[in-house]
Structure formats: C-alpha cells, structure tokens
C-alpha cells in the first residue's frame, strides 16, 4: 500500500513538472516573438547583449562609464511592448536615486547602465528574466486584493536618463 501511495505520488510530481515546464516553454515563445515583433517595428539595428538585454543609446554622454556601487540620480519611463506606460518619474522635480546593483533593482537596470555615462539617455529593452521573470510585480491593496502591475513573462522598455552620477570611492 505505501510503495502504491509513493508512486501515485511521484507519478503527480512528474505529471505537474511536465505541464509547468511545456507551459513555461509557451510563455518563453510568446516572450520571444513580442521581442522580435517591437525589433521589427521600431526597426531596432542593434543586436543584445550576451544576458539578451538590447541597449539602445539616443544622447551619448560624458566622462566615465557608470559601475557597480555608483551613486545615481535617473529620469526614467517604462513601457510595455505594446506602448502601455506602467511608470516614469520624468514630471518629478527630483530624480529617482539609488545605487548601482541595490537591492530591489531589477537586473536588466544592473546590467544596462554600466553602459552609460552621466547625461546618457538610452533605451533599455528588457527580456523578463531581467525584470520581473515569471512571477511579474504587483501589490496589495488596502482591502487585501492583489494588484498586478507587470505581469509575469513580460518584458519591458525603459527610457533612461543619467542626470546624477557620483562614483563610488575606490
């Protein structure tokens, strides 16, 4: 009786495997032609980097490439791939702070602002693995009632603007 519960048990886990594994393959596929699709339609020429992150520069900046442990003051919005904004901060009379590679920042902003210097604006297109991943990001609300922001597997578009820069002592 108990070698039957422990194979009806293992035969469940291998079934649930299976099935969240096709489906997260769903998903990665449907991530993947949004990504090529937005390439396509806004005729991006560059490729993405080793991580899939593409880093799109509009306005060089000046003086030394941004590092780990940096200080950094940004002007930024977010989109979906769709054009949808789900956050900026560029009517703030201040800019979002923080430094580089602080807890709570998503990947795709670790790896892409090394890229850039103070007074660069650049696009960051991020594939969901350096976002949000599967899971996405979302809340509760004063009434307990989960709001989903970014949902999970997608990636998203950020507009960055470098206006503080303070290096990090060495």
Known sequence: MKKKIISAAFTALLISTISCSNSEKKYEEEEKSLIADYISRNN????????????????????????????????????????????????????????LNSYGLIEGWTIGLPKMKLGTKAQ?????????????????????????????????LFEIQVVELVKAKK
Not at 53 to 59: A, H, K, N, T, V
Not at 72 to 88: A, I, K, P, Q
Not at 128 to 146: N, P, Q, T
């Open 44 to 99: 991006i020429t560059v490729a993405p980097d080793a991580s899939g992150l593409y880093y799109i520069e509009l306005i060089p900046g000046t003086g030394e490439n941004i590092e780990i442990g940096d200080s950094l003051g940004v002007y930024y919005t977010g989109w979906f791939l769709d054009g949808t904004e789900f956050n900026n901060n560029t009517e703030e009379t201040t800019p979002f702070r923080f430094r």
């Open 124 to 156: 960051l297109l991020i594939p969901s693995k350096l976002a949000y991943g599967s899971v996405g990001y979302g809340y509760y609300d004063y009434y307990g009632r989960y709001i989903s922001v970014i949902p999970g597997y997608s990636p998203l």
